[in-house]
């Protein structure tokens, strides 16, 4: 099967519970199997089922790190903020309009409305490029959204190789359909002509747009 990403062919190396995962030679991307996917509305109810609210600390806490290793070492750089793919409760949001930003969120199931026109200074994605089903076409509609010289801030946890890929605990959320590691994101940054600003080869990666 073809890489979502970066389209060359690769073959499978995993079956666990039902899903099939291939490991893409070239991006270094893990994917599973497009027809292993849930459909629309069972991603929904799986997604509701999350108890991210600003009263889980533990959430806030994830949220805290990740701010300070990407988007606070450029605050003076940014006014305005697009939280692409939210989920239920605007957690990020609520924490950086208290830093100060002009934000607004979005979500493709829960908080559908988006300005089209309107560009960002930066835009946060936290646990959102794992959930994509076409990495590249979601990578490109998201830079759309960012303005020249703008912020690309991703979280989402890297696969430390297909080796130990069994046994780790991030695949097994049946939402989860694409695996990123360093090697993933410098294919990105080469392909999308980004500049990759910050990587803590775990989990926090800040890319910027040229100006
Ligand atoms: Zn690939």
Sequence with gaps: MKCPLCDSKNDKFLNHKNRSFYHCDNCDGIYVDKEDYLDVEEEKQRYSTHNNTI???GYVKMFQRFLDDTVRKFSDDINTVLDYGCGPG??????LKKDGFEVDYYDPVFYPEIDESK???LVTCTEVFEHFHNPKENIKKILKKIKKGGYLAVMTYFHDGKDVF?????KDDPTHVFFYNTNTFKYIADEFNLEILFNNSTKHVLLKKPD
Excluded: G, T
Aim: net charge neutral.
């Design 90 to 95: 605007p957690v990020l949001a609520e924490l």
């Design 55 to 57: 009263e889980n600390k």
């Design 166 to 170: 069994k046994n780790w605990f991030y």
């Design 119 to 121: 560009k960002y200074d």
